[in-house]
């Protein structure tokens, strides 16, 4: 194993070890008790991700504002706003991670 796969397992395993990860997975844990959820919210994280991926800034606001309302009732179960909220903390733990690495080794990406 070279001393970079090594690196990663490791930073992996810490990932994994921190406080972000385990709510994620806490949170994860806590859909169960709602059959179907699972599948309906996998439904709205992508359709969140199209909608962050393909929307101009003028229309991030009004796409937002439908999404709302198409999932209105999912987000009255506390566990699903618990699970987005763990989701978005540990994606913004890794987007920081990366973010460090590139700084570190010196790539500039482009802004866009």
């Given at each position: 194993?070279?001393?970079i ?20 997975r ?28 393909s ?19 999912m987000?009255k ?19 920081d ?16």
């Amino acid at each position: 194993m070279s001393s970079i796969e090594y690196s990663t397992k490791a930073l992996v395993e810490s990932v994994k070890n921190g406080s972000a990860y385990k709510r994620f997975r806490k949170c994860e844990e806590a859909l169960v008790k709602y059959p179907g959820l699972s599948e309906k919210l996998d439904q709205l994280r992508a359709d969140i991700y199209k909608m962050y991926d393909s929307s101009e800034n003028e229309e991030l606001l009004a796409r937002t504002e439908e999404l709302q309302k198409m999932y209105r009732e999912m987000h009255k179960i506390p566990e699903v706003n618990a699970y987005l909220d763990a989701e978005t903390e540990l994606c913004m733990q890794v987007r920081d991670i990366y973010r460090h690495i590139v700084g570190e080794i010196g790539i500039d990406p482009p802004a866009v």
